[in-house]
């Protein structure tokens, strides 16, 4: 006879609702921001310590970008073999590991070793995350969870911009790998309480999947706009995030601890972009709120050129809140939009688009930067690419708040989402057996 008790004292070892919510936010912070946007702010220094020209150093940040490109694709395929679950603990302990790589690297060889670990287990360990975490709340409330990742991204950004203007401030530029080593210790305790203590419930795998996701993608409402946009915003916004400190150190003539402090507010205004945004778009719909973020990219991407201080600061903390509100609406429209076995490789092939335009984008920005001589036209360039954007946003359907497939629940059971997060479920004939 199966012991009640002791199935329920098992499926308690994972944390549920806010809790779970919570840690999924730090997680994102880890594979994220720790991940790609720490390079961002560090570019600087790891270009004047290695003796890198900026063409070289922005095609460090094109390799985590084609290893996370890689990464989209392994998601796509391991998910008709592998749990969203299985696949996100690989992500989160090989971001670890770069963060442990950068921490050691004695050169920009073993560096992009160390951003191309971290791009990998970025893509998978993000591309699970927003369906894990929205399966942690009731349907009402699962946009808002899938908005908490974007606030942990916020966050991760604060405390590296912070952290980074610190130890370059105190130590000099050849300190950059005190940031990692510091990242990795808190990289690692966060991994080890996800790996501990978050479950997911995943009855099906995905099949079907078509190569890198595709034929499940093109099943979605609106899924060429959506592309699209997503390809759109995965050019645009590396333009700005990856070299804004850069910009503003060269061109503007700020230093380095004013520098950082804007890429802080950039990352502060994340922690809110995402469930203001989701907020807005749910009064006004999906299509209208990312019309709205596209054209305000344009706009403020083009005010900031001027580089006086209070006013960068100020169109700073809006390129945050946009900068967050974007990604999390597309998100949310995929998950919103899919069933949790056909939400991997659906999003995984929208990634795949997103990842080839991030790929790009760094290395297209230090090449223009160093043929003009300055940043100035790179960000004029992702000015016109959110006009495309904004195009590509009224394309998608006009459905306001699409609802979240329901997940098949044998009406037998408890309700899983009252008890924990985890797949590990006793089927109801073998209950029925004892």
């Excluded at 790996?195 to 999947?209: D, K, P, V, Y």
């Excluded at 959506?226 to 503007?252: H, K, M």
């Amino acid at each position: 006879m199966i012991d009640d008790d002791n199935e329920l004292k098992t499926r308690r070892r994972t944390l549920t609702g806010v809790a779970a919510v919570a840690l999924m936010s730090l997680i994102a912070a880890v594979a994220q921001s720790f991940g790609r946007f720490t390079y961002g702010v560090l570019l600087p220094a790891v270009r004047d310590d290695l003796g890198l020209s900026n063409t070289v150093a922005g095609s460090l940040a094109t390799v985590n970008m084609a290893a996370y490109l890689a990464g989209s694709l392994v998601v796509a395929a391991a998910s008709s073999r592998f749990r969203l679950l299985g696949v996100m603990r690989v992500g989160v302990v090989l971001a670890v590991i770069g963060q442990a790589l950068a921490a050691i690297a004695p050169g920009p060889l073993v560096l992009g070793v160390a951003l191309a670990t971290m791009g990998m287990g970025g893509a998978l360990a993000w591309i699970p995350a927003p369906v894990v975490t929205a399966d942690a709340l009731a349907p009402d409330k699962r946009a808002f969870a899938v908005a908490a990742l974007g606030a942990g991204m916020g966050l991760g950004v604060v405390f590296g911009g912070q952290l980074s203007g610190f130890v370059r401030s105190t130590m000099g530029d050849a300190s950059w790998r005190n940031v990692y080593l510091i990242q990795l210790l808190i990289g690692a305790a966060i991994a080890a309480a996800v790996l501990l203590f978050i479950g997911h419930r995943q009855e099906r795998l995905a099949s079907g999947t078509g190569i890198g996701g595709f034929s499940t993608l093109r099943r979605l409402p609106g899924w060429v706009p959506l592309v699209g946009a997503f390809t759109t915003f995965g050019l645009l916004y590396l333009l700005v995030i990856a070299f804004l400190t850069t910009r503003l150190e060269d061109d503007s003539g700020w230093t380095s601890s004013r520098a950082s402090l804007a890429f802080t507010l950039v990352g502060m205004a994340m922690i809110f972009g995402g469930p203001l945004f989701i907020a807005l778009s749910e009064r006004i719909g999906t299509r209208a709120t990312l019309v709205i973020s596209f054209a305000g990219w344009s706009i403020v991407t083009t005010l900031v050129l001027p580089g006086w201080f209070v006013p960068t600061l100020v169109l700073c903390v809006m390129i945050g809140l946009l900068f967050s509100a974007m990604p999390t609406v597309l998100t949310v429209y995929v998950v919103q939009n899919t069933t949790t076995d056909n939400y991997g490789p659906a999003f995984a092939a929208t990634t795949f688009c997103f990842g080839m335009a991030q790929m790009i984008s760094p290395q297209l920005g230090g090449f223009v930067a160093d043929a003009a001589g300055s940043f100035t036209i790179v960000f004029l360039l992702s000015a016109a690419l959110g006009v495309v954007g904004m195009f590509a946003s009224l394309g998608l359907p006009r459905r306001s708040s699409p609802g979240f497939p329901p997940v098949p629940v044998a009406p037998s059971l408890l309700d899983w989402r009252k008890i924990d997060m985890t797949y590990d479920v006793v089927p109801v004939e073998r209950a029925a057996t004892h």
